[in-house]
């Protein structure tokens, strides 16, 4: 499969150096939001984001662009074609597990896994997976998230735990890492119902490593389990990001137009507010069918009692 998008993050003077190799090649510059430039030659495209800064090539021409330009003109270091020489634990089989909405009042928890092995992975970076934190646009979550789920054999899972669950299972849990981890258990138990023979899941670091561990022993999987830190960086936990963060904002689009209430993302003033356009209009009750109410979030808007609001974790 030919690689026709790729993202590589930039220190500032490469991205200055790539800047001046476009304007030596002919490229032409155009505008574009969020980027500190933006240049196209033929049907390649190469835009440099503020963020990071970082780079992304998109078009026929990526592959070529990457090994003759790119990776020893700017990068300075040769990583296309061997990556399974420089990584070989990613091509490896293995479960990748992530989860959105940890941080955001509104919205359900979602946890998603993704079983990769060799062939697998190669097609997941053809795609142009990456961690779903790096994407900004809805649309491009979506058609990745479809892209992944084509992958012939690829096996996938996703729990999404909505507001009343999540809200019932945190006054159990008293804990959200402890949720987090039945969670993280639930779709590895179900990836390895779907391949019995995968000796290894990978999941970002918890704060305590032993609280998933745990909650895979009383789910009854027994699994070599690794934990660590920018686990994102791995093809699989990279998918898995993008399956959470596709339902998680399906769920907050669909229930925005239901209530006529924009539910914003985060824990924010504008959060704030649309918590209290939400009672406004239907009622206190109301408030625990679309957001966590452990958040201090829930004090400012409704009062609480016992003061015990907190942050997610």
């Known amino acids: 499969m030919a690689l026709t998008s790729h993202t590589a993050l930039l220190t500032a003077a490469q991205a200055a150096r790539l800047r001046e190799l476009l304007e030596e090649r ?18 390649l495209h190469v835009a440099v984001y503020e963020k990071g800064p970082k780079v992304l090539v998109q078009g026929r021409e990526t592959e070529d662009f990457i090994r ?3 990776e020893p003109e700017v990068l300075g270091e040769a990583k296309l074609g061997y990556e399974e020489e420089l990584d070989p634990a990613m091509f490896a089989p293995h479960f990748g597990i992530d989860e ?15 079983y990769t092995d060799a062939g697998v992975a190669r097609a997941l970076k053809a ?4 961690d779903s934190k790096r994407i900004a646009s809805g649309r491009r979550i979506r058609e990745l998230a479809e892209k992944i789920r084509a992958v012939p054999g690829i096996a996938t899972s996703v729990v999404a735990i909505g507001p009343e669950r999540y809200n019932e299972l945190f006054g159990s849990f008293r804990n959200l890492n402890r949720l987090l981890a039945w969670g993280h258990a639930k779709v590895i138990g179900n990836l390895a119902g779907q391949r019995p023979d995968c000796p290894r899941a990978l999941s970002d670091q918890f704060a305590r490593p032993e609280v998933l561990a745990r909650a895979l022993k009383q789910q009854g999987i027994g699994i070599e389990l690794e934990q660590r830190t920018k686990g994102e960086s791995d093809i699989a936990v990279a998918a898995a990001s993008i399956l959470a963060r596709e339902r998680f904002i399906d769920w907050i689009d669909k ?8 539910l914003p993302l985060g824990a924010s003033s504008a959060v704030v507010d649309a918590a209290r356009q939400v009672v406004a ?14 958040f201090k979030t829930s004090a400012a808007v409704i009062g609480n009692s016992d003061g015990s609001g907190t942050d997610s974790a």
């Open 255 to 262: 229930t925005s137009a239901a209530g006529g209430v924009v």
């Open 100 to 114: 959105s909405g940890k941080g955001d009042y509104f919205g359900p928890l979602v946890v998603a896994g993704v």
């Open 68 to 70: 003759f330009l790119l």
């Open 26 to 43: 002919g490229y032409e510059f155009e505008p574009k939001p969020h980027t500190l430039y933006a240049a196209k030659k033929g049907k």
């Open 127 to 130: 795609a142009g997976v990456m």
């Open 281 to 294: 209009k239907h009622g206190v009750e109301a408030l625990g069918r679309v957001a966590k109410l452990h």
